[in-house]
């Protein structure tokens, strides 16, 4: 072995040494860093071979590996759009333009100006737009920009009303010549409000007379009008029948109509159904609900496990906007780490395999959850003195082949 041996391989181990300080420095920094995978440095030796009775001294060779398959702790936030993988798979985000496409654990997504969801190193979460079930792809393309202003605040029309309520039995007859029931005549009265077209609010009034009672039966004439115009509307005339035998409990007879069926003014047909309605001992009971709506905007957005991010308007409505899809791969642990702590694929990794979450091996999506980062600062602190004290045993060798390089050269005086 060389003197000039002893000192290469005295460099060798300062610079494994120092390759160790450095990832455990990168973990250190990271430690508060959402989804933030630690680094390690593995050693190995670099042996020459020796002839019989020398030593060519060797040297230290460097690996760094990536604990990418390890999972941090989860940490629960308020914000829905703070996202967390649970199990297996990744996050499919791109740069702004979605011409590169990574994978990443770090899920604290945010609406940009433009409603697009953003990480807080600047990747935009991608996903499928609308309701999707059984996707699979072996690739990180065709997935679109996650955007939750993209709800279109468009008015939906009424078409059905389902009453439930009770006629007053005890209600006087109203006599032949003032039917059908109007404004002006009527045994009992309520309304109805439902949605045009264009998400205007129509009033209906729902005009009710008793018109006769026999045996084990009560008739009754509903005239339903325009509340604006008092009008009648077409189709909104009907009798209807009741059992008031003990069978019949008061209910609407086999042999009577169950519902009537209008046009809301500058709306749609509007099916009011009336089959629930009863006639017992009772006071006047008269109930609607109506389908239909306003437009609204945004309330908020909601994102369940299998990764359906639904917008929840102001009027109650719910719209499915995306689904967020995942992505994995054979080897987590072998895909290559860049800037802004996402990761590309590699022949190393294997080939992704992106899908619905919840399927196909991949894990659940939580809401409102942060994956940490899953460095453990007590091991990071202790490696940190280990390599510390590998770097200054490996500098005494280097000082010692220098010391004793000075001594032959210093033979000749």
Known sequence: MSLYGIMRTGVSGMSAQSNKLSTVSDNIANVNTTGYKRASTEFSSLILKSG????????????????ISDAGHTQFTTSTTDLAVQGNGFFVVSDANNTQQYLTRAGSFVPDSQGNLVNAA??????????????????????????????SQVPVASTLATVTGNLDPSAAIVPPAALPPSPTSYSSKSSIVAYDNIGNA?????????TGSVAGTDTWQIQVYDSAAGTPLAGGLGTFTFDTTAAGKGALAAASPTSLTVTVPGGSLFTI????VTQVASS???????????????????????????????NGQQTPLYTIMLADVPSPDKLTPEAGNVYSISMDSGNAQVGNA???????????????????????????????RGFTANSKSFQTGADLLDVVVNLKR
């Open 122 to 151: 600047g990747f935009y979460l991608l996903g499928k737009q609308g309701l999707v079930t059984n996707f699979s792809q072996n690739n990180l393309t065709g997935l679109q920009i996650v955007n939750i202003s993209q709800v």
């Open 358 to 388: 919840a399927a196909g091996g991949r894990g659940t999506v939580q809401s409102g959850a942060l994956e940490d980062s899953n460095v453990d600062l007590a091991n990071e602190l202790t490696a940190m003195i280990e390599a510390q």
């Open 52 to 67: 019989s009775g020398n030593y060519d001294s060797g040297a230290v060779e460097t690996t760094v590996r990536y604990a």
């Open 284 to 314: 006047f009971d008269f109930k609607a609900t109506v389908n239909g709506s306003v437009p609204s905007a945004i309330e908020k957005v909601d994102v369940n496990s299998q990764g359906v991010l639904t917008a929840i308007l102001k």
């Open 202 to 210: 129509k009033k209906l009034d729902v005009y009710m007379a008793k």
């Open 273 to 276: 159904n009336m089959s629930a």
